[in-house]
């Protein structure tokens, strides 16, 4: 197998006393879109920062591209794009112009910025917009821009950090067509969210909490490998009054409200389905249906990071 | 060390330059509020120096008395306010500011003229506002040398050629001015102290801002190299610096009368060694800074302060104590200042004011060189804990 795009071997960041990133390691391969989800404050920043080379690592060692981050940053550099968490381009200069500049800051020369100009500009949907000052355009259009400015110089990874925060729905769909056609084009996606609906989009997902690295794999694997009970989709008369009744058995596992149905995990699907029919039914409520159903990854998710706070550890390093 | 790239600094000149040219408030700040302030300054400065509230105490009250008198009251540099009995009156009239200088002669005075001796007569100066106060000090003293000399021309004329002391003693003090115009010594080091504030203040804001921005990060991943980034933030301003240095040099000319006597392109060189080195002053300032308003102050403190009192601007240097006149090297508008008087005033040449254009190439180099291992050595983000146990 080829050599990972990036690889990290417990990689930590502390703050004083603080421990913003704990010791996480984990590998990306190549050409892959790599999702890092974690809440606000999980240190996924602070990650994304020590891979570019911004904010030196406590301990712990990576390479990014094949380049040892702490002895050969400026490898690092060339090899990759950064979209920071904040905006930032030039806002008092226009489209064209920061197009411009970054392309001078990354070197490239006239010829090769000649070329590249129209393909950002249609990356980024902003045709016919080069000379519109940066500052008056939507979130939406200001993200694409700076996609289209971190990818200007052709890096083999680009580091997107939270790229679709303050987005509308409708903007967040576009941009991850947009990294989709980089990651069509061999550019490994290293992207990090807290929208946990995103992470469906990516190859590969690691889950940080708390600095630390809590779940793993494809959202396939997640889905099938962490939950491993079945969840069944319980669609019922009085949902309230069915929920409080079926939390009182010793074999219901665990129980939420979906929208106008109940999820509830049991041991096994038949005998959980045959067991919540004849419990509703000495209630006289009328149970339509029960279908096995996946869990979604905002399940998994959840299920991790409690079953994390049971144990008591991850608690313990946060202020 | 590969040489830098042109194209990466071609980027940042040209971002600069448009970036300056969508923020005219700037761009008038720097241009102009140099000339503005120098117009301001000027004839503030000026008029306070002039009609300096004079009072007289005449103890003698004999006509060679008099005619001293009529010497002060007949210059435009002071304003005979009263003519009082006794010293003792002096206090009240220039505790309440009526008066800010004095002149007491003595009882005797003619007697001792015509004997041959020095009477001693006495100046009193308000030293509360340092800068009439000296002024005034330098003009009485013109003032009692020019009468001495007269009558010492008369006496001599008198005895026939006979050895005379000079008559009168009076501790001359007019600075470099022989003229007694203060806008001659005043206008080179209002340049240097306007130039030196505004250019420092200036370009403390250039990376200080992206890294508020955020773009600082950017540039940090491309390849631009910090002394690209440098010289390229430099180049826009040493350019409009310039222009609004010459505004100042114009002005001084037009208004004031303050011509170049030595050679332009000597003062051409001693202003850009001087504009760079502030404006590099600027540059590490916001490289070490976080937030444009601490940016903002330490601009202000480390150029306002400094080259008001130490470069020589108001105070002579060499009337400091050795301790201070030691810190005086550190302040480059001293050197420029130097340079400035020499070339405008005495019509110096090189030879005369190449040691202060060494100072100030060294101090441009120093100030630059400073930024750019402070910026290429990147802002690492310590935390601020780990900032404050270091403190
Ligand atoms: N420079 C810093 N100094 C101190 N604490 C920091 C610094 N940067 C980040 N932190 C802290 O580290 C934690 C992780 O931050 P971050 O990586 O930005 O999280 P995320 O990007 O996942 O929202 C947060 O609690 C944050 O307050
Ligand atoms: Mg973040």
């Not at chain 2, 308003?293 to 601007?313: D, E, N, R, Y």
């Given at each position: 197998?080829?050599?990972p795009a990036i690889e990290v071997?417990?990689l930590?960041?502390?703050?004083?006393?603080?421990?913003?990133?704990?010791?996480?390691?984990?590998?990306v391969?190549?050409?892959?879109?790599?999702?890092?989800?974690?809440?606000?404050?999980?240190?996924?920043?602070?990650?994304i920062r020590m891979l570019c080379g911004l904010l030196d690592p406590?301990?712990?060692a990576a390479t990014v591209g094949g380049h040892d981050i702490r002895r050969e940053p400026e490898r690092v550099k060339r090899a990759i794009g950064y979209?920071?968490?904040?905006?930032?381009?030039?806002?008092?200069?226009?489209?064209?112009?920061?197009?411009?500049?970054?392309?001078?800051?990354y070197?490239?020369?006239?010829?090769?910025?000649?070329?590249?100009?129209?393909?950002?500009?249609?990356?980024?949907?902003?045709?016919?917009?080069?000379?519109?000052?940066?500052?008056?355009?939507?979130?939406?259009?200001?993200?694409?821009?700076?996609?289209?400015?971190?990818?200007?110089h052709?890096p083999r990874i680009v580091f997107?950090?939270?790229?679709?925060?303050?987005?509308?729905?409708?903007?967040?769909?576009?941009?991850?067509?947009?990294?989709?056609?980089?990651?069509?084009?061999?550019?490994t996606?290293f992207?990090?969210?807290?929208?946990?609906?995103?992470?469906?989009?990516?190859?590969?997902?690691?889950?940080?909490?708390?600095?630390?690295?809590?779940?793993?794999?494809?959202?396939?694997?997640?889905?099938?490998?962490?939950?491993?009970?079945?969840?069944?989709?319980?669609?019922?008369?009085?949902?309230?009054?069915?929920?409080?009744?079926?939390?009182?058995?010793?074999?219901?596992?665990?129980?939420?409200?979906?929208?106008?149905?109940?999820?509830?995990?049991?041991?096994?699907?038949?005998?959980?389905?045959?067991?919540?029919?004849?419990?509703?039914?000495?209630?006289?409520?009328?149970?339509?249906?029960?279908?096995?159903?996946?869990?979604?990854?905002?399940?998994?998710?959840?299920?991790?990071?409690?079953?994390?706070?049971?144990?008591?550890?991850?608690?313990?390093?946060?202020? | 060390?590969?040489?830098?790239?042109?194209?990466?600094?071609?980027?940042?000149?040209?971002?600069?330059?448009?970036?300056?040219?969508?923020?005219?408030?700037?761009?008038?700040?720097?241009?102009?509020?140099?000339?503005?302030?120098?117009?301001?300054?000027?004839?503030?400065?000026?008029?306070?120096?002039?009609?300096?509230?004079?009072?007289?105490?005449?103890?003698?009250?004999?006509?060679?008395?008099?005619?001293?008198?009529?010497?002060?009251?007949?210059?435009?540099?002071?304003?005979?306010?009263?003519?009082?009995?006794?010293?003792?009156?002096?206090?009240?009239?220039?505790?309440?500011?009526?008066?800010?200088?004095?002149?007491?002669?003595?009882?005797?005075?003619?007697?001792?003229?015509?004997?041959?001796?020095?009477?001693?007569?006495?100046?009193?100066?308000?030293?509360?506002?340092?800068?009439?106060?000296?002024?005034?000090?330098?003009?009485?003293?013109?003032?009692?040398?020019?009468?001495?000399?007269?009558?010492?021309?008369?006496?001599?004329?008198?005895?026939?050629?006979?050895?005379?002391?000079?008559?009168?003693?009076?501790?001359?003090?007019?600075?470099?001015?022989?003229?007694?115009?203060?806008?001659?010594?005043?206008?080179?080091?209002?340049?240097?102290?306007?130039?030196?504030?505004?250019?420092?203040?200036?370009?403390?804001?250039?990376?200080?801002?992206?890294?508020?921005?955020?773009?600082?990060d950017?540039?940090r991943i491309s390849s631009?190299?910090?002394?690209?980034?440098?010289?390229?933030?430099?180049?826009?301003?040493?350019?409009?610096?310039?222009?609004?240095?010459?505004?100042?040099?114009?002005?001084?000319?037009?208004?004031?009368?303050?011509?170049?006597?030595?050679?332009?392109?000597?003062?051409?060189?001693?202003?850009?060694?001087?504009?760079?080195?502030?404006?590099?002053?600027?540059?590490?300032?916001?490289?070490?800074?976080?937030?444009?308003?601490?940016?903002?102050?330490?601009?202000?403190?480390?150029?306002?302060?400094?080259?008001?009192?130490?470069?020589?601007?108001?105070?002579?240097?060499?009337?400091?104590?050795?301790?201070?006149?030691?810190?005086?090297?550190?302040?480059?508008?001293?050197?420029?200042?130097?340079?400035?008087?020499?070339?405008?005033?005495?019509?110096?040449?090189?030879?005369?004011?190449?040691?202060?254009?060494?100072?100030?190439?060294?101090?441009?180099?120093?100030?630059?060189?400073?930024?750019?291992?402070?910026?290429?050595?990147g802002?690492?983000?310590?935390?601020?804990?780990?900032?404050?146990?270091?403190?």
């Amino acid at each position: 197998m080829a050599e990972p795009a990036i690889e990290v071997r417990s990689l930590t960041k502390r703050f004083g006393d603080f421990v913003a990133v704990d010791a996480v390691s984990f590998e990306v391969e190549r050409g892959r879109i790599f999702g890092f989800l974690g809440a606000n404050g999980a240190g996924k920043s602070t990650t994304i920062r020590m891979l570019c080379g911004l904010l030196d690592p406590t301990s712990g060692a990576a390479t990014v591209g094949g380049h040892d981050i702490r002895r050969e940053p400026e490898r690092v550099k060339r090899a990759i794009g950064y979209m920071s968490q904040r905006f930032s381009l030039y806002g008092d200069l226009t489209v064209a112009e920061n197009i411009g500049f970054f392309g001078g800051a990354y070197g490239l020369s006239r010829r090769a910025l000649a070329e590249r100009l129209p393909w950002v500009l249609g990356l980024a949907g902003l045709v016919g917009r080069e000379r519109s000052l940066t500052r008056t355009l939507s979130v939406g259009w200001k993200q694409r821009l700076a996609l289209g400015c971190a990818v200007l110089h052709e890096p083999r990874i680009v580091f997107l950090d939270e790229p679709t925060g303050g987005v509308d729905p409708a903007s967040r769909r576009r941009f991850w067509e947009l990294i989709n056609g980089l990651s069509e084009r061999g550019i490994t996606v290293f992207v990090t969210t807290h929208y946990l609906d995103e992470a469906e989009y990516c190859n590969d997902i690691r889950l940080i909490h708390a600095g630390r690295i809590v779940a793993g794999g494809s959202p396939r694997e997640l889905k099938t490998s962490v939950i491993r009970n079945p969840i069944l989709e319980v669609a019922c008369d009085r949902i309230v009054e069915a929920l409080e009744i079926l939390q009182k058995e010793p074999w219901v596992l665990e129980t939420s409200i979906f929208g106008m149905s109940l999820h509830i995990s049991v041991e096994d699907e038949e005998e959980g389905r045959r067991l919540i029919a004849a419990r509703l039914g000495r209630e006289g409520i009328a149970v339509h249906r029960a279908d096995r159903i996946m869990p979604s990854l905002e399940d998994v998710f959840i299920h991790k990071i409690e079953e994390q706070a049971g144990t008591g550890e991850a608690g313990e390093a946060r202020p | 060390m590969t040489p830098l790239s042109a194209r990466c600094l071609r980027a940042v000149v040209k971002k600069e330059f448009r970036q300056i040219r969508r923020d005219p408030r700037s761009l008038m700040f720097m241009a102009f509020l140099p000339a503005f302030m120098l117009l301001m300054f000027g004839y503030a400065l000026n008029f306070d120096v002039k009609r300096i509230p004079l009072a007289v105490v005449d103890g003698d009250g004999s006509r060679a008395s008099r005619g001293l008198v009529d010497k002060f009251r007949t210059t435009e540099y002071f304003d005979l306010k009263a003519v009082l009995p006794r010293t003792a009156a002096i206090d009240p009239l220039m505790a309440r500011e009526k008066v800010r200088a004095a002149l007491v002669i003595p009882a005797g005075f003619a007697e001792d003229l015509l004997a041959g001796r020095s009477p001693a007569v006495q100046i009193i100066v308000d030293g509360s506002n340092a800068m009439s106060g000296t002024t005034a000090a330098g003009y009485a003293g013109a003032i009692l040398q020019s009468y001495s000399q007269r009558i010492t021309l008369q006496a001599l004329a008198r005895r026939g050629l006979g050895s005379a002391a000079l008559p009168l003693q009076a501790e001359v003090r007019v600075w470099y001015n022989p003229e007694l115009r203060s806008a001659k010594f005043l206008v080179p080091g209002l340049m240097a102290f306007i130039l030196m504030v505004i250019v420092t203040v200036s370009t403390a804001f250039s990376i200080v801002r992206e890294k508020e921005r955020g773009t600082m990060d950017q540039i940090r991943i491309s390849s631009l190299r910090s002394a690209e980034l440098i010289l390229g933030k430099i180049v826009p301003y040493v350019a409009i610096s310039l222009v609004s240095a010459h505004l100042v040099l114009l002005l001084g000319q037009v208004l004031f009368g303050v011509g170049i006597r030595g050679s332009y392109p000597l003062l051409l060189l001693a202003m850009l060694l001087f504009l760079v080195g502030a404006l590099g002053q600027g540059i590490l300032i916001s490289a070490v800074t976080r937030t444009q308003q601490v940016a903002f102050l330490f601009a202000v403190l480390t150029t306002m302060l400094p080259t008001f009192i130490l470069s020589g601007f108001v105070f002579p240097i060499r009337n400091m104590p050795a301790a201070v006149q030691a810190v005086t090297y550190l302040v480059p508008a001293r050197y420029f200042l130097d340079a400035l008087r020499a070339v405008i005033l005495k019509g110096a040449g090189f030879g005369a004011v190449w040691g202060q254009l060494l100072l100030l190439l060294a101090f441009a180099a120093l100030s630059l060189g400073a930024s750019a291992a402070r910026i290429g050595r990147g802002d690492k983000e310590p935390s601020p804990r780990r900032r404050r146990a270091r403190a």
